[in-house]
């Protein structure tokens, strides 16, 4: 059988479209290991993430997504193809970007503000402007008067807060996040969700997500990019139109056509299984 073309889907209802591209990919593949020995990771993928847009990767287990990330970021070099970062080819990790993996990595002898500033000190920051913008952030957060408690003492949603703060207190134009909510529980998730989208929908920040959550790619995306089993291709790419406030994920979750994206895209993944 052969490989399914990539496909762009609106389940019928309606087609969100792109901003400006600030990130392109332009056939990249990856593979590991030397000449005949290379085994491959991804290929011949081609997208474009635009401004303020904020974008699902979903795939199998094991299908490159993580890997995928790590080559968008400049972490690790393509095999080939181009990544273009607002129509530059990247050259090692771009400026502006914020990476935020599953775990929190956050510092446990550092307070939770403490943790926030890292990055600004690190970039020479004035101290007093740093914990300014670090305050104002974690207020954003709903963690105001939790400044000066240490991780230990903050529950799994809260550690979360804190390390999405440290994420977004430096400004970055594009963030890239590996799964980062995968370990919290429903509600909290939604929470943190909903917080995570009206933070960059308001400051026209632009989110490339990898999950395997399809209700959480539907929820949150303007668009959801489906890869094949390894070595990854792009199956199929739904543009997502949701009625309501789409810093909402409960209203998201409830909005007519929702259940038909997450029903097509679920389908896809497993057509593709077998």
Request: glycine share 10%; net charge negative; with cysteine.
């Amino acid at each position: 059988m052969g490989r399914p073309m990539p496909g762009v889907h609106g389940a019928g209802c309606g087609v969100a479209g792109p901003g400006v591209p600030s990130l392109s990919a332009k056939g990249v593949s990856k593979a590991y290991g030397e000449a005949d020995e290379a085994v491959p990771v991804i290929t011949d993928l081609s997208f474009t993430l635009g401004q303020g847009e904020i974008v699902s990767v979903v795939g199998p287990s094991g299908c490159g997504k993580t890997t995928l990330l790590n080559v968008l970021s400049g972490l690790i070099p393509p095999s080939s193809g181009t990544i273009l970062w607002h129509g530059r080819p990247i050259d090692g990790m771009p400026g502006h970007v914020g990476y935020m993996l599953q775990k929190d990595l956050l510092f446990p002898w550092r307070t939770a503000i403490a943790n926030v500033t890292i990055g600004l000190e690190i970039k020479g920051l004035a101290r007093a402007e740093a914990r300014q913008r670090a305050h104002a952030m974690l207020a954003q957060l709903a963690l105001d008067g939790f400044e000066d408690h240490y991780p230990a003492t903050l529950s799994g949603g809260m550690r979360q807060r804190v390390a999405l703060a440290r994420t977004l207190v430096a400004e970055p134009e594009v963030l890239l996040l590996d799964e980062p909510f995968a370990a919290l529980d429903f509600q909290t998730k939604l929470v943190i969700e909903s917080d995570t989208a009206k933070l960059v929908r308001e400051q026209q920040r632009s989110v490339l997500l990898i999950t395997h959550d399809i209700e959480e790619a539907v929820s949150l995306s303007d668009r959801v990019i489906v890869l094949s089993h390894r070595p990854a291709h792009i199956r199929s790419v739904y543009d997502i139109a949701l009625e309501g406030d789409r810093t909402d994920m409960m209203a998201a979750r409830d909005s007519p056509c929702f259940s038909d994206y997450v029903r097509n895209i679920w389908r896809d993944l497993e057509v593709h299984r077998h």
